[in-house]
């Protein structure tokens, strides 16, 4: 993998962040379709990649505030496993207004990095089986591959098993 510098208008708080940090990391352009409704899956058919190695950025309401899911494409977050990461009675998907407000970035485009203010963060242990892992860039159509251990140290996240099947 090759550190990929921001090039043709790529540049990202996402991607900003991890050349700060010195971090190996790859951007995948691909060709967003408007009418996609699973940014996710139209990600990994784009640049065919396994479901399990797409991961999405959720974004929910804990008792202490908003906090980030990371989770696998191929399925859902589960509420419970994930309020219990975060020690917390329960956990809500929060509004998609706020989250766009609070992070800065689009619904579809949420990338775990470069956020206006940082969110308390978990990411699903699977993510660490994997060698490299791919999450949104911070826009629609433009997915960063890299090492799952460098996303959570980055984020400070925790790690928990919060996915669950479809």
Known sequence: MSKSKNKGGQGTPATVALTQAKVDFTLHPYEHDAGAQTYGEEAADALGVPYERIFKTLVAEVESG???AV????GKLDLKAF???MRSKRAAMADAAKVERVTGYVVGGISP???RKRLPTVVDASALGFATIYFSAGRRGLQIETD???LVRLTQAVTAPIGKAD
């Open 148 to 150: 799952p251990s460098e």
């Open 71 to 74: 989770v696998p494409v191929a």
């Open 66 to 68: 908003l906090a980030v």
């Open 83 to 85: 309020a219990a990461a």
């Open 113 to 115: 990095l470069g956020q």
